[in-house]
């Protein structure tokens, strides 16, 4: 239901652009993003954006990062710039949907790598 792709090898200081792809049904009433997991860390937010495209960014990831979707396509993309070896990491795509009088759904895509080189 959700479908990442994008990731690969690339040099400190390169760009990088991830996509996720959804499903409407899950696209719409969702704020999505992408959460990432190094070796040996835990999982931790990279960006998000909410359905009215407020949007959010982990600390070590502001200014060079930028997060967007496209709600025609039901894609949420992730814009990395600036790469630096410490992004090197599985990142996944994330959906937390508002469902009116139960939990928020939460889904997740399979996971995309990516590495960057020093």
């Known amino acids: 239901q959700l479908q990442a792709s994008g990731g690969g090898l690339v040099q400190t200081g390169g760009s990088l652009t991830l996509s996720c792809a959804a499903s409407?049904?899950?696209?719409?009433?969702?704020?999505v993003g992408w959460n990432r997991q190094a070796p040996g860390k835990q999982r931790e937010l990279v960006a998000a954006?909410?359905?009215?495209?407020?949007?959010n960014y982990g600390d070590s990831v502001k200014s060079r990062f930028t997060v967007s979707r496209d709600n025609a396509k039901n894609t949420v993309y992730l814009q990395m710039n600036s790469l630096k070896p410490e992004d090197t990491a599985v990142y996944y795509c994330?959906?937390?949907?508002?469902?009116?009088?139960?939990?928020?759904?939460?889904?997740w895509g399979q996971g995309t790598l990516v590495t960057v080189s020093s």
């Open positions: 994330n959906a937390v949907q508002i469902r009116l009088g139960r939990p928020p759904g939460v889904y």
């Open positions: 409407g049904r899950i696209f719409s009433f969702s704020a």
């Open positions: 954006v909410t359905s009215g495209g407020a949007t």
